[in-house]
T-cell receptor, first 115, second 113 residues
């Protein structure tokens, strides 16, 4: 039972480069999320997708774009990476009942460094 | 707007001692409350949650948390910790009827032999 799978696990980019972080879940969840985790700041929501075909901005969306490719997959794209985007990125999913009551299931993260 | 404050960034404790990790929240509406645990190089995992009913909720590995509405708190406790409890713990809040979950900044628990 894989749960939430993120690729890649590690990545080093140069300023200005672009890349896409991939996320897939096998729990048939409707909702998916992208967070970034920085020391002392907890998790901050970048974008979320309440259901297939919809996406919405979270707390810190600037510099990012997302695609909900289908029910299973939700990707995060950095168009022009900046050093301030160095972080650990987590994808999560939730489903199965009233939205706010459902816990989120997290992947193991992508550790991204931008030089 | 909702917010979550974890009052301690780090908590060192000796093995078999009791521990309390503090969490206070702010919200203008009713909320669901969660504690998540994160082990090194892993994602967050749900530890326990309060949705309704009894204000004391328990996890399968001996942690418990009590919802105190008047003090807007949801502190996490364990009467006797193990080395394996060393991890980072996150308190989280979701507004009933809403969608987003707000996470606290986290508390690092260090259990020493």
């Amino acid at each position: 039972n894989a749960g939430v799978t993120q690729t890649p696990k590690f990545q080093v980019l140069k300023t200005g480069q672009s890349m896409t972080l991939q996320c897939a879940q096998d729990m048939n969840h409707n909702s998916m999320y992208w967070y970034r985790q920085d020391p002392g700041m907890g998790l901050r929501l970048i974008y979320y997708s309440a259901s297939e075909g919809t996406t919405d901005k979270g707390e810190v969306p600037n510099g990012y774009n997302v695609s909900r490719l289908n029910k299973r997959e939700f990707s995060l794209r950095l168009e022009s990476a900046a050093p301030s985007q160095t972080s650990v990125y987590f994808c999560a999913s939730s489903g199965g009942g009233p939205r706010a009551s459902q816990p989120q299931h997290f992947g193991d993260g992508t550790r991204l460094s931008i030089l | 707007a909702q917010s979550v404050t974890q009052l301690d960034s780090q908590v060192p404790v000796f093995e078999e001692a009791p521990v309390e990790l503090r969490c206070n929240y702010s919200s203008s509406v009713s909320v669901y409350l969660f504690w998540y645990v994160q082990y090194p190089n892993q994602g967050l995992q749900l530890l326990l949650k309060y949705l309704s009913g009894s204000t004391l909720v328990e996890s399968i590995n001996g942690f418990e948390a009590e919802f105190n509405k008047s003090q807007t708190s949801f502190h996490l406790r364990k009467p006797s910790v193990h080395i394996s409890d060393t991890a980072e713990y996150f308190c989280a809040v979701s507004e009933i009827g809403g969608f987003k979950t707000i996470f606290g900044a986290g508390t690092r628990l260090f259990v020493k032999a």
